[in-house]
């Protein structure tokens, strides 16, 4: 069974960072791409950014280009994002999900959330 | 980027109805599509990619069509468990993977 847990989230003031990470089980970790999906309070579903399965290829929303950096740890299963020059329009829950191949494509596992605020 | 928009934004059922719902993508994403439910509180689940093909698990009930810029998916006989807010999102031409602004089934 899939499992995809995510920790990092928090209270963070604006301009501070924070690191998220997700770790993985239930599947060959470096066989997939990974993504990050946030969702602002009461608000649709925003694609973040997503790795490739070897980690060599990384891609970003517009919104974070510069600010958030993904990255995988395929040894330890773990997914990161790391999350500089944070802004109030930041805060959401962010999800991490599995994509269906080595490439991001569609969002196959999710897990289940954790929440990142920014005041404004 | 590619903007995919949902109608209606907000859908009025009866359980044991049938419930259509639209996806339109600002330019073609071939079947490139997938659909998601999202639960109050809970994170979305995948119900159907490549347009038309249901996800391990997702009952019969749902069904995804179309092709280019519009899709639908359909839910043939609404159970209690069935009303949520459902997404599309189109992964043909990427970066950014985009999703619709979403579609709420509520009770009628």
């Excluded at chain 2, 639960?39 to 019969?60: D, E, M």
Aim: charge should be neutral.
């Amino acid at each position: 069974e899939v499992q995809l847990v995510e920790s990092g989230g928090g209270w963070v003031q604006p301009g501070g960072s924070l690191r998220l990470s997700c770790a993985a089980s239930g599947f060959t970790f470096s066989s997939y791409a990974m993504n990050w999906v946030r969702q602002a309070p009461g608000k649709g579903l925003e694609w973040v950014s997503g790795i490739s399965g070897s980690g060599v290829y990384t891609f970003y929303a517009d919104s974070v280009m510069g600010r958030f950096t993904i990255s995988r740890d395929n040894f330890r299963n773990t997914l990161h994002l790391q999350m500089k020059s944070l802004r109030a329009e930041d805060t959401a829950v962010y999800y991490c999900a599995k994509g269906s191949d080595s490439r991001p494509d569609y969002f196959d596992d999710w897990g289940q959330g954790t929440l990142v605020t920014v005041p404004s | 980027e590619i903007v995919m928009t949902q109608s209606p934004a907000t859908l009025s059922v009866s359980p044991g109805d049938r419930a259509t719902l639209s996806c339109r993508a600002s330019q073609s994403v071939s079947s490139n599509l997938a659909w998601y439910q999202q639960k109050p509180g809970q994170a979305p689940r995948l119900l159907i990619y490549g347009a038309s093909t249901r996800a391990t698990g997702i009952p019969a009930r749902f069904s995804g069509s179309g092709s280019g810029t519009e899709f639908t998916l359909t839910i043939s006989s609404l159970q209690s468990e069935d009303f949520a807010v459902y997404y599309c999102q189109q992964y043909d031409n990427w970066p950014p993977l985009t999703f619709g602004g979403g579609t709420e089934v509520e009770i009628k």
